[in-house]
């Protein structure tokens, strides 16, 4: 009788295990934002980088990545739908974020997530919910207060934790107040706004700012060689939808029921 139910046992650890699911294994970790209001872009006196006009913007609850999307994350998307794996340029893969992946990769990436990872209301974050995440409730040029500090971000510094000459790896430097990793230097992450040299027009809700016809999008928080202005909370840069760039990669949002 032992010997049936351990028989019995072992052929259920095979049999009734789950089947692998490469989308729901390497799902990204999802942190929730509050809703909240808070005051968008940069005050006059800063430089053209930084997005202009300030103003009041209300935000929704909403969930994004506590990291940006990694190579280990983007690459399981990749074999399973048999697409060609980015380059990393010898940077190195794993837990670093991944690069050289156009619009049209890092939407069909989502797309993979709502269909196969058993969640939904995947997207990516809207420039105002990427700001307001990034922010954390703060005032300041940078989340963590008035001047670069490289424990908080990979930049062209290179100085004191910042070690790395490119990319580095998720969880390197210290998160904001909200749990955000890398908002700071690293890859500029795309968004889903269209191109806006300021923000004149733009919603007040939280929402994607979007035009009939859109050549190019909004990218936020500066790069392994982005100096001082690049990783303010502000810095704003655009790159077209067809193209691919060992700075560029992104950060992924939710919706909340």
């Not at 909004?218 to 982005?226: A, F």
Request: hydrophobic letters at 35%; one cysteine or more.
């Amino acid at each position: 009788m032992r010997r049936a139910l351990l028989a019995l046992s072992l052929l259920c650890v095979f049999a009734c295990a789950k089947p692998e699911n490469p989308a729901r294994d390497t799902l990204p970790k999802m942190i929730l934002i509050p809703a909240g209001e808070f005051t968008m872009g940069a005050p006059p006196e800063e430089d053209t980088q930084q997005g202009k006009p300030q103003h009041r913007v209300t935000v929704r609850a909403f969930r994004i990545g506590e990291t940006e999307v990694t190579f280990d994350q983007y690459d399981a998307f990749a074999r399973a739908t048999g697409r060609a794996l980015p380059q990393d340029e010898g940077f190195g893969r794993g837990e670093r974020p991944v690069m050289n992946i156009d619009r049209s990769d890092m939407l069909a990436y989502i797309d993979w997530l709502n269909a196969q990872s058993g969640q939904k209301g995947y997207r990516l974050p809207s420039e105002a919910e990427w700001e307001y995440a990034a922010r954390a409730g703060t005032t300041t040029p940078f989340f963590w207060g008035t001047a670069p500090d490289p424990r908080y971000g990979n930049s062209a510094a290179n100085t004191g934790p910042d070690t790395f000459a490119a990319t580095a790896p998720a969880r390197s430097f210290q998160p904001n107040a909200w749990g955000l990793y890398d908002t700071a230097g690293n890859v500029w992450e795309m968004v889903q706004d269209c191109m806006h040299h300021d923000f004149v027009g733009a919603p007040t809700d939280g929402s994607a700012w979007m035009d009939a016809t859109c050549y190019a999008y909004m990218l936020r928080g500066g790069e392994y060689q982005s100096m001082r202005r690049g990783t303010k909370t502000t810095s704003r840069s655009a790159m077209g939808g067809s193209y691919a760039s060992m700075g560029v990669g992104f950060r992924i949002a939710q919706d909340v029921e």
